[in-house]
């Protein structure tokens, strides 16, 4: 009996708050950014990295500016444990207070949630390095921006990075690359990009799968051993990262030879692997460090008063916290450039839409924002929703990540019409009009 | 099992129909009208698409006492036939999509109940493993059964039934509860017929009911069956009204193990009992995250929260077991029949 | 001309399996000791596993010296499986064998969470000290780790098999085991028997935590491990350990082996269910496993 009145008093208390957060209105000249955020379960480390860097920066606008031409960033937190469903229901949640200027959930299964649904609402989605490759097309997906790098590029900058190593892209015929993939949608995305730029290149490429989660790399690693490959790339999420490099270690394959990917590159999917790390190379858009002007603006302005986000400050500066401070830049410059159309205010969802296909941060923006070599540059259109972001490779010491490699360009070029072939079939499939670039400067209230 | 079971037949009682159409007036006027977005989207959608996963399990585990922890496989399968169906099959209307879909359902779950005509208990739940292992891993790898999206998603298609469509958040809702209602009438029709009584035959002690003449092969094969066809509907349902956009992922071990507290929690052996369970399992979460951040604010990480629903989850199902073994149906029961004795009701003792 | 098979690299894979399924047996022998005694199949040995490996390391990072931590940890598993017993496990006596496995689901959940609320949720590395280099034998590499942990599994098989066969604690779980009633009417304390076999198989998931955490990094999917002991159970019979080692053997050897060789006509990733249909095929030959006690229920 108690177990039911308790769940009724329970069930009653859930209405009134529900209906508590629906009435609660918003105030002006403030932006709020809802934070579909991730700080338990297996990928928490991610989590707590990225949206504390996020939040670092946002309260370091707030401190130091006033805000946004004096409109203040708000924000909240709704835990997703990078779960689909909870993705979705803190999205229901958090749409009801008004003026979202972006939603950054930093998981690809929340996003495709999402995807029809910000569509109708008409605020952006962000999906900073990672997110639906075709979403690159901003004729098909409006509001959808995978900004900096998506998977193909990504592939495109990792073989660039080894014809680089190689001494030209020439050199990389006859070689032989070794992809080990996570088993998953995810890790399967960039196979035939391989493949294509392997026929391009003429490397051969061989594509293993682990299973996830991948505790257990055995006779994967064997088999690449085996293979004797010049280089394997490391297509991992999770647990799957460290146990590559230690099970790398165990055969004897050298970490020397092993480039990771956008999601196996941060100081989590290293540290558990100890030594067998060491040497171990991975793409990053964003260096990692706290030597650059904004994170140190952040260390004085921020943690030396209490208000860092981040629990552990051995963690300033690591990959995960200077991408959230990155995904901050970005977020908070769309909205300053926005702001210059559309009037020093609140801003709606189409604007900020507005703002970010208007995005063009040059190096000398970025160095102006004190993020000189933190990251290079980014270019959004309104058809070109990635921004041709630019990558560098960091190598693991034993302690910290050192950036070896200049800026790198991916082949844009060569991606961009398979993009539009799996765009435009998308638009196809749900009667969507292919947007013009008229229609995209039109801004919706 | 304390109850043989908790739903009869009760014949001229008409107040024990009282509930359930109370409740279906309600669901299908005063909710929709009333409910706010949130409410539809969030709490409604998916509730009623893992009400009816728990009522198929229910079928199997409760009644004919078939532990299965595969689930999430079947309505991996019922979610991306149907997707396939409609995709491929032109003019096809989604209504035939979808029971289409659960005859698949039904077949895979044939095929691996088939086991179960061998092994009980323990050894059948690990075989009902490998179904869920192996669903997941064959539509992550064969890429046709994501129509070769390269992120292996599926995304829903405009949802209609005998051309009338139901788009919105209000439309899927009603296009949920159609098939919800339908299905579970279905179920209660399974669960008090002969076919029931077999089931619970084959559960209660299975050489007594082979002894009596109860085609115990051909019972245990139809409860995979019917159970796997129904959860195979909840998983269109949650694929293409709820979500709207799927990737196998999201039918992983977690899941099964999801809906099978729905039905512990709720009631074994009743129908109700997905519904008590499901309410619980959806709702339990976000109140008690809401409840947290309106307590605590900012000062408390959302993680603490959650590893404390963790917790608060796992020890429910423990209390469950100790204490109310037949879940909240039975506690539903007896405070409803001490309304029904205040109410001087003839029928009761 | 057809490729010669290449001997030295099936060596290799087969080497490995065998030392992974050891891996696999030092967990299962966790459900072995309890299921023995009491009939329970214990799903939160996996979660049981990650608190033991998230303690030791969580201290050890804080400054504990190695063999304190470990004592530390001991303790505290042995005060969680008392716990248990009598929380979860006493006021299920009578129910049936599905209930009390569906409890340990439930408990696992309840572990898990607390493990993470306590230590949070950070990955961390875990050192045993022993460098995972490979050493060369005839022309085969063999993990210096793996082998570390079979002598460590077959040292604790070796203890375990004595304490069953020589000492009284042991012959009266072996009692229970055969007959609970029997063993009542004898004089033989239940509770207390069941209270010191949840420590002990506390013991072996720090055991077998602290080897799998050093193996794959600590974190939450550490507590996955349990999936891959199912099939090896389900393999060498649920209440013995010998199978729980010849089970976890073929198991290991084969999943790595059909990883290898099948996989690649299904395009790879064939481990994550391999295992589960081959012990499903294995029940439909011997449905109570290579060792374990026939379960007679023919008509």
Known sequence: MTSLKTLLRTAAAGLVFSIAAVALPAQADEQYFPLQSYRVGPYAAGGTGFFGGFIDYMNLINTRDGGVNGVKLTWDECETQYEVERGVECYERQKSRANAAAWNPLSVGIAYAMIDRIATDKVPLITVNHGRTDSTDGRVFPYVFPLLLNPYSETSGIVNYLASKEGSLENLKGKKIVVLYHGSPYGKETIPIYELLAQKYGFTVQQIEVPHPGNEQQSQWLTIRRAKPDYVVLRGWGVMNPVALKTAQKVGFPATKIVGNVWSNSEEDVIPAGDAAIGYTAITTQASGADYPIVKEIVASIYDKGLGNLEDKKRIGSVYHNLGIVNGILNVEAIRIAQEKFGKRTLTGDEVRWGFEHLKLDEAKVAALGAKDLFHSINVSWDNHEGEGYVTFQQWDGKKWNVVSDWIAPDWKLLRPIIEKSSEAYAKEKNIKIRTSAEAENVLN | MAAITADRADGPDALAWVAPVAILIVAFTIVPLLGSNYLIEAIMLPFLALSLAGVGLNLLTGYAGQVSLGSAAFMAVGAFAAFNFNFRIDGLPLIVSVMLAGGVAAAVGIVFGLPSLRLKGFYLAVSTLAAQFFVQWALTKFGWFSNYNPSGVIDAPALSIAGIVFEGSVGRYYFALIIVTALTFFAWRVATSQTGRNFIAVRDNETAAKFIGVPVLKTKLLAFALSSFIIGVAGVLWAFAYLRTVEPAGFNLDRSFQILFIIIIGGLATIRGAFFGAALIVVFPVVLSRIGSFLLGDMFDSGVLDMSERIVLGALIIAFLILEPDGLAALGRRLWSRIRTKVGSPSEA | ?299
């Open chain 3, 1 to 299: 001309m057809a490729e010669s098979f290449d001997y030295l690299f099936f060596i290799e894979v087969l080497t490995g399996g065998l030392l992974s399924g050891v891996m696999y047996s030092l967990v299962a022998i966790g459900f072995v000791l309890i299921y023995k005694t009491s009939g329970v199949l214990n799903f939160a040995q996996g979660a049981m596993l990650l608190f033991a490996a998230l303690t030791f390391v969580s201290l050890v990072e804080r400054g504990v010296p190695f063999a304190v931590a470990l004592g530390i940890t001991f303790a505290v598993m042995v005060l969680m499986g008392i716990t248990v017993e009598r929380v979860v496990l006493r006021p299920l006596v009578n129910k049936p064998p599905i209930t009390l496995f569906m409890a340990t689901l439930g408990l696992s959940y309840v572990i898990e969470g607390a493990a993470q609320l306590l230590w949070g949720t950070q990955v961390h590395a875990l050192d045993l000290g022993i460098e995972d280099i490979p050493f060369e034998f005839y022309g085969v590499f063999v993990s210096k780790f793996d082998l570390f942990a079979s002598g460590v599994a077959a040292v604790m098989v070796a203890g375990l098999t004595l304490f069953f066969r020589y000492t009284r604690v042991g012959l009266s779980f072996r009692a229970v085991a055969d007959d609970q009633f029997a063993a009542l009417t004898v004089g033989l304390r239940l509770p207390r028997i069941w209270a010191t076999v949840w420590a002990a198989s506390g013991l072996v998931a720090l055991v077998a935590g602290l080897l799998w955490g050093a193996r794959s990094g600590v974190q939450f999917s550490l507590s996955l491990v349990v999936l891959k002991a199912l099939p090896v159970l389900v393999l060498g019979g649920f209440d013995s350990i010998a199978g729980a080692i010849v089970g976890g053997l073929i198991i290991g050897a084969s999943e790595k082996l059909a990883e290898v060789y099948v996989g690649e006509y299904f395009g790879g990733g064939i481990e994550g269910w391999f295992a589960y249909v081959l012990a499903l095929a294995f029940l439909l030959v011997r449905p109570s496993g290579l060792f374990g006690q026939k379960l007679v229920e023919r008509v």
